[in-house]
């Protein structure tokens, strides 16, 4: 018996995919299908449409295709640059889980993956989670950094998984859509879930007193139900978030203000590095643009993924 569904996990060999009737299927996948050319880890991902088949005998199914994909996003190792990951397909959206104290998140991490997002035309926002542990300084970083990714055009929202602040608001945002949250491990994904969807129950730990690192609960990609309509796909904790399949002269059109100005400059293939009468150093020299988000773009162009500084 053949059927569509879609994958809700991921374990690498074995698949749970959700059937039409709402059920769930194990599913082993079709040997050929790995061979497809497909130069990823993983060529099934959480989020992908399936066309599954049915073993009563066995009692479970087998992927015999992937449907046509909406989207995908992808990160890549920064140790193992040749090796790739497809974090999810067919996504509504994509929310970064951001901390400003334990763990810290650095704004090059947020940068990376927000131009990950424009690169594979997926919205993205930021939420800024354990407002609870705010002092004033953290108050006033936190507005600096909303204040700057709003007016670029990025949804910012800041949470307590503990208190709730902030919940309603970003409940509302996730409303009948397939929402990617991603993080570093300790900044509070499953934690957010669970207080979105209580009977979930998801595993949670907490930060790491000695190294202020999270310590990693969500083992493999899943895709949660909400009952308020939607999904979202938890992702386990990555350290990292390395770029791939990026020529350098597109990563300015990744930044959208960057993007704003391209057609300014008075060369096409200006890299708004060293060319003369850059429409985008004009804007910096101007604070139109924040140096901050400059200095990680050259960064990204250099290839250096070392922590920046929030």
Request: with cysteine.
């Amino acid at each position: 018996m053949q059927m569509e569904g879609l994958v809700t996990k991921s374990t690498g060999s074995w698949y749970l995919v959700r059937l039409p009737d709402g059920t769930h299927l194990s599913c082993t996948l079709r040997g050929n299908l790995r061979l497809r050319g497909i130069k990823t880890t993983n060529p099934v991902a959480v989020g992908d449409r399936v066309e599954v088949e049915y073993s009563s005998d066995r009692g479970v199914g087998v992927i015999r295709d992937i449907l046509k994909r909406h989207n995908y996003i992808i990160r890549k190792s920064t140790k193992l640059s040749k090796i790739s990951h497809i974090i999810a397909a067919n996504i509504d959206q994509a929310f970064l889980i951001a901390t400003l104290a334990q763990p810290r998140t650095s704004t090059g991490f947020i940068d990376r993956f927000l131009v990950t997002a424009e690169a594979y035309h997926i919205p993205a926002g930021l939420i800024f989670n354990k407002q609870d542990l705010y002092d004033k300084e953290l108050q006033q970083r936190h507005d600096e950094l909303v204040a700057l990714y709003s007016h670029i055009g990025y949804a910012c929202f800041g949470t307590s998984a503990l208190t709730g602040e902030g919940i309603r608001s970003l409940a509302y945002a996730l409303q009948h859509k397939t929402t990617l949250f991603s993080g570093h491990s300790g900044v509070g994904k499953s934690e957010i879930i669970n207080v979105l969807e209580p009977g979930l129950k998801l595993r949670t730990a907490e930060v790491s007193s000695y190294h202020l690192k999270g310590v990693h609960t969500t083992t493999f990609a899943e895709l949660f139900e909400l009952s308020s309509g939607g999904f979202i796909i938890d992702t386990p904790g990555i350290r990292e978030f390395g770029l791939i399949d990026f020529k350098k002269e597109e990563v300015a059109e990744r930044f959208p203000e960057m993007r704003a100005l391209m057609h300014q400059c008075q060369f096409h293939n200006c890299t708004h590095v060293h060319e003369p009468r850059c429409a985008v150093k004009k804007a910096l020299e101007e604070g139109t643009i924040d140096a901050g988000r400059y200095r990680n773009y050259l960064r990204i162009l250099q290839g250096d993924w070392d922590e920046m500084i929030i």
